[in-house]
Every structure is written in C-alpha cells, then in structure tokens.
C-alpha cells in the first residue's frame, strides 16, 4: 500500500481527534511513522489495524471511520491535482463508475507497484446500477463506498445511496456486490438514443482487422486461441491451439478467467503476463513492444500485454 493513503487517514486523525489520539495510536501499534511518503510503500494491513484501534479508543464503529477516511481521502488527493483526472473521467456518474478500472490503470504510471481493486457495472437503470468491487485487500469496503458517495457529491452533483448486496471471500479475493441507488439520467438518454438511432453497418474485414492489430488474439468459448497476430507468434510460434491460461496469467481485472466474465467484462482493459518469462538473445537489438511493461530478472523479459475483447 502506497504512503498516499495512509497520510491521508493520519491528517484526518490528527484534526478530528488531535495529536494525542495519533500518539497513542502510533505507541500502542509500535509504529515508526513520524512521516509518511505518498511513494513510499507500507504494509497491508496497517490502514485497516490503525482504522480498528481508533475505534476502540473513540468507541466508534469501523465501518463509520472507514466510510470517513474514504469521504476525506477525495478531498485530500486534490492536493496532489487528481480531482482534475476525477472531473474529466466522465460526465456524470455513470461515465465515472465504467471508468473506474481506467482510472486506476492511469494511476499504476505514477505508482508502480500499486495494487488497485477492479470494478464493472451490471443491471443498469434510471435510478442506479449494481456495481461489483473486487480487491485483494480487506477491510475496505466502506472505505470505497465513502469515495463513490463523495465523489458523486462533490464532482457530478448527485446523491448516491450504496446498500451491500452481498460480500464473499473468494480464495485471496474479496467480492462485494453493491447497489447504487442515483438518478441516472446518462443512462435515461443514452437509452433514448440508441432507440431512435438507425444502426450504422461498420463491419470490416477480418483480415484487414488482423493486420492492424498485430498482437491480438481470438478466443473460442473454451478459450483456446484460435487466431493469433503476426507479432504475438513471432514470440509465440506454437500459440495457436493452446489454451490463454496456459500461456498467459491474467493480472487484471480481478476475475476468474472464462467465457461468461469475460463477456460480462467487455468494457475493460484485459492485461496478461507471460507465464514463461521471454529470453533476450545475445548480439541482437532489443526487441520493442508497444503497450507492454518489461520487468529484467536475470536476462530475461516477463511481458505484461494490454487486450480488449471485443
């Protein structure tokens, strides 16, 4: 966890509850944080183990601090100039929440190692959607449901309630399905559009498609790749026919990987590593690829591919 939300929490402790409260908080947990670094990288858990002691000296409920910490966090990150990334994310509300994995993604370029949460929408109507969370941190679900409400008060003017439907751990994943309860005009007149809209015949020629993406990949249901880019199997000679999941990992988003998610997940960015990491042969040229980070572990490359699928 990167610094930048802890030193949020600790000015919001600090000017609620004064100097004392942190002193004790910091002596009671052994914590060496006279500062914090928004670059610096923490432990886990600690956010949530200062949230809990806080509680119990205050006697007040974890989930209210967290919904609080959440709450302040947006207004604090405005220091930092990311309420301007906020504003221009979306129009509304809606545009906000299905933009909410690009979001993150855009911040991974300022924090390297971060581990974001990934969301998607489902179930939309005039007053809300349902909205799934998914994150390998616990603890934070009214962390984000005390974003999203300010958020929506604070840059799109609109008054989000959020219930939890449901909240489950699934092996090191938490996945909490929320509903979100606005008014959701954007969705009202898109609606509206695409009824009196008159379909547009925009189909291209597979192999035209195929030449300008060089790296892509068709998938069967069973998700055996069964069309592969020039590039891709210049790296991957024998990838047709394989199976992705025997080839690739996948990193985000925070699913698991089969057909049905990946429908349901259409509108979201796709990244995958290499299971094997990639040799760099002697005496030749670095071989460069776009959209792809590499990470140097003893002459060798393991790649990161961006996909949408479509």
Known sequence: ????????????????YGQEVWEQIKSTLHLDL???SAFHQYGETLFVRIAKLLGELR????????DTFGIEFVSYISNYGYDRVLRIL???????????????????????????PSFYVEKENAHGLTLHYRSRRRGFVH????????????FYDTNVQIDIVSEREEFDITHVVFE??????AYVKQSTTDKDSNELDLAIDCHIFFE?????????????????????????????????RDIFNLVRPIITLNWSQIVLHSNNVFEFSTIEPLRKQPNENDLEINDARQQHDSGKIRNSCYFFFF
């Open 1 to 16: 966890m990167y610094g930048l939300l802890l030193q949020s929490a600790i000015e919001i402790i600090r000017a609620k």
């Open 34 to 36: 006279n500062s914090v």
């Open 59 to 66: 006697n007040e409920p974890i989930s209210d601090l967290m």
């Open 90 to 116: 979306g129009h509304n509300m809606r545009d906000f929440l299905n933009g909410l994995d690009n979001l993150h993604e855009y911040m991974r370029y300022t924090y390297p190692r971060m581990r974001p």
């Open 143 to 154: 962390y984000v449901i005390g974003q999203i409400t300010e958020v929506g008060r604070r």
């Open 180 to 185: 979100l309860k606005f008014e959701n005009t």
């Open 212 to 244: 300008l993406f060089p790296f892509h990949m068709v998938i069967s249901e069973a998700l055996e790749i069964i069309s592969a880019g020039d590039s891709l199997t210049q790296l991957f000679p024998n990838i047709v026919g394989e199976l992705i």
